[in-house]
């Protein structure tokens, strides 16, 4: 079975530059996240959904930060304009109501 | 908010030879749980705790869910060299969707 898909893995971009990254789900599951892994701060929690819905988004930054979830199998996280601290790895992960989380490959990102 | 403490930093081991590491709050969790990490990749479950005491093995791998709540161990018997990555804690209170991570403990085992 597929696990957490994310893409792009790799994102090089210039600093001011929309960067979008993609999560596609385990099939089935209701919960989605997305966390931030960087050295100094560790595995942070960003934001995450119920059934598609934004339940809290109180780890999200700032407003340059955006992640929405259009349909049961897909979510975007947005960062727009991208700054050189936005450097980081960014993980998807899903879950089924009762069980624990599975996270995606990660996306790292760096902002020149 | 609520930090977890999670030591050592990094241990560098002899294959074989058994390893302890553990996490420490000044909050109570209701669930503790244990990720490895592999370079590149994203966390994956080793154990879950949900019950204060609990005592659980996964092979040769042993974790602890500590009595007050506040603490969790994970021992790793007999080290092998694919054991090598970064293991996390990871506490939840009442949302079950709250986790908080400890810094981790980078371990290497050298063959």
């Known amino acids: 079975d597929a696990g957490v898909i994310q893409s792009p893995r790799h994102e090089v971009t210039e600093m001011g530059q929309e960067v979008t990254l993609r999560c596609k789900p385990i099939?089935?599951?209701?919960?989605l996240f997305w966390y931030r892994q960087t050295m100094m701060r560790g595995l942070e929690l960003l934001i995450y959904f119920n059934n598609n819905v934004p339940i809290d988004d109180s780890g999200m930054p700032e407003d340059r930060f955006s992640a929405k979830m259009p349909n049961a199998s897909f979510s975007t996280l947005k960062i727009q304009p991208s700054e050189p601290r936005d450097s980081a790895v960014y993980f998807c992960?899903?879950?089924?109501?009762?069980?624990?989380?599975?996270f995606g490959p990660g996306t790292r990102l760096t902002v020149l | 908010g609520q930090q977890l403490n999670q030591s050592p930093q990094s241990m560098f081991i002899q294959e074989g030879e058994d390893v302890s590491m553990n996490c420490t709050s000044s909050?109570?969790?209701?669930?503790w749980l244990w990720y490895k990490q592999d370079p590149g990749e994203g966390p994956v479950l080793l154990i879950a705790l949900y019950k204060a005491g609990e005592l659980t093995s996964n092979g040769r791998l042993t974790a602890q869910f500590g009595i007050t709540r506040k603490d969790s161990f994970l021992n790793i018997s007999a080290s092998i060299p694919s054991d090598v990555g970064i293991y996390f804690c990871?506490?939840?209170?009442?949302?079950?969707?709250?986790?908080?991570f400890g810094a981790g403990t980078r371990l290497t085992v050298k063959p």
């Open positions: 099939s089935g599951h209701d919960y």
């Open positions: 990871a506490g939840r209170r009442d949302n079950n969707n709250d986790m908080r």
């Open positions: 992960a899903s879950r089924e109501s009762g069980n624990e989380q599975f």
């Open positions: 909050s109570i969790f209701n669930t």
